[in-house]
C-alpha cells in the first residue's frame, strides 16, 4: 500500500513537471516576438480626453506636432535586434540607434536614446505580423495616438 502511494506520487511529480517544461518551452517570450523588422502602417488617434472612440488618420504635419519630442515620428521601418538594440530608418535613408526594453510582461515599450531622452510607449497588441503602440499626447489633440506596425519578413 505505502509502495503504491510513493509510486503515485513520483508519477504525479513527474507528469506535473513535464508539463510544465513544455509550457514554458514552448511559450513565446515578447522579446522574441517582437525581434525583427516592422514598417509604420498608420498612425490614427484611438480614443480621445471624453473617452469616446475616433477614428482620425492623423496626418504627416498634425504627426511632427504631436510628437515633437519623440525620435520616432521622423522614421518609418523599426528594426528590433537580440541584443536590444533598434535601428529606426527614415524614408530618406537616414537612420538611428537606441536601446529597447520591454518591461511590464511585455506590456510597456521603452526606447532610451543616445542623447538619454527616454520614450515610452502602451504595447496594445504583439501579434506575430502586427505590433499595435499606444501614447499619450501632450499637444491640443491630448487624445492616444496608435501607431500599427506590420512585420516585413
Not at 77 to 97: A, D, V
Amino acid at each position: 500500500m505505502k509502495r503504491k502511494l510513493v509510486i503515485s506520487a513520483c508519477l504525479a511529480v513527474l507528469t506535473l513537471s513535464s508539463f510544465g517544461y513544455y509550457v514554458f518551452s514552448h511559450s513565446s517570450y515578447p522579446e522574441a516576438a517582437i525581434v525583427g523588422e516592422w514598417k509604420e502602417v498608420s498612425w490614427v488617434y484611438d480614443r480621445n480626453n471624453v473617452g469616446e472612440k475616433v477614428k482620425q488618420v492623423i496626418d504627416a504635419e498634425e504627426r511632427m506636432d504631436i510628437a515633437n519630442h519623440l525620435v520616432i515620428h521622423e522614421f518609418e521601418n523599426w528594426t528590433f535586434r537580440k541584443n536590444y538594440s533598434i535601428k529606426l530608418h527614415e524614408r530618406t535613408g537616414k537612420e538611428h540607434q537606441a536601446k529597447w526594453r520591454l518591461k511590464d510582461r511585455g506590456r510597456i515599450l521603452t526606447l532610451l536614446n543616445d542623447d538619454g531622452t527616454t520614450e515610452v510607449y502602451s504595447v496594445e497588441s504583439l501579434k506575430k505580423n502586427e505590433l499595435v503602440l499606444h501614447f499619450d499626447t501632450d499637444v491640443h489633440a491630448r487624445g492616444i495616438v496608435k501607431i500599427t506596425l506590420k512585420k516585413l519578413n
